[in-house]
């Protein structure tokens, strides 16, 4: 069975500092990687997605990928308040289904 | 990316019936996700929709319980059948709105309790 693992949390961080998310995933014939927002009581929002290895950065938000260890991780530069939520990640499998497994979700909490 | 309207934003059902929830989309697509998030917890793949053929099924969901339609490549709707208390939750769909897999955006749920 393919699984997506996450520190479920609470990560807490201090106002201005940089919050680090992990994920890993078991399907090694995964292709793309996503992460998710959701703040309590919405939807999941996409804030960003990663297909190569290395670093994609998106304004504060970078994510980066190691297909090798199976591991994507989401880092968030100069924390806010408003960054306190629930942050998924997602993999999409191979072949044809495209079909997303999510993890549970790590819960992180800005502290002003 | 697409948007997606989908009602009824919430409900509170009696056990023992059932409920339809509407996915409205602004664009065509070819496939429509139908997830379940129950309560803090991640979301959990029910079903994927095509346009013209029989929804697919993820273990532990059944046809009977979770009819699907998918009349158009625009709109699909889920039926939580014979409802119980186990079924509340919250209830998503979700498009490949940019295809190949460039992101899947989500509608506002469903918020369903059942009593």
């Known amino acids: 069975q393919k699984e997506v693992e996450q520190n479920s949390g609470p990560l807490s961080v201090p106002e201005g500092a940089i919050a680090s998310l992990n994920c890993t995933y078991s399907?090694?014939?995964?292709?793309?990687f996503f992460w998710y927002r959701q703040y309590s009581g919405k939807s999941p929002e996409l804030i960003m997605f990663i297909y190569s290895n290395g670093d994609k950065e998106d304004g504060r938000f970078t994510a980066q990928l190691n297909k090798a260890s199976q591991y994507v991780s989401l880092l968030i530069r100069d924390s806010q308040p408003s960054d306190s939520a629930t942050y998924l990640c997602a993999v999409l499998s191979g072949g044809s289904n495209y079909k997303l497994t999510f993890g549970k979700g790590t819960l992180l909490t800005v502290n002003p | 990316s697409a948007v997606i309207s989908q009602k009824p934003s919430r409900d509170i059902c009696q056990r023992g019936t059932s409920l339809t929830i509407q996915c409205q989309v602004d664009?065509?697509?070819?496939?429509m996700f139908w997830y379940r998030q129950q309560p803090g917890q991640s979301l959990t793949l029910i079903a994927t929709?095509?346009?013209?053929?029989?929804?697919?099924?993820e273990s532990g969901f059944v046809i009977d319980k979770f009819p699907i339609s998918r009349p158009n490549l625009t709109f699909s709707t889920l039926t939580v059948s014979n409802m119980s208390p186990e079924d509340s939750s919250i209830y998503l769909c979700s498009v490949d709105g940019q295809g190949g897999g460039y992101g899947y955006t989500f509608g506002s749920g469903t918020r369903l309790t059942v009593v």
């Open positions: 664009s065509q697509v070819t496939m």
């Open positions: 399907d090694r014939g995964s292709q793309s």
């Open positions: 929709a095509n346009q013209g053929s029989e929804a697919t099924y």
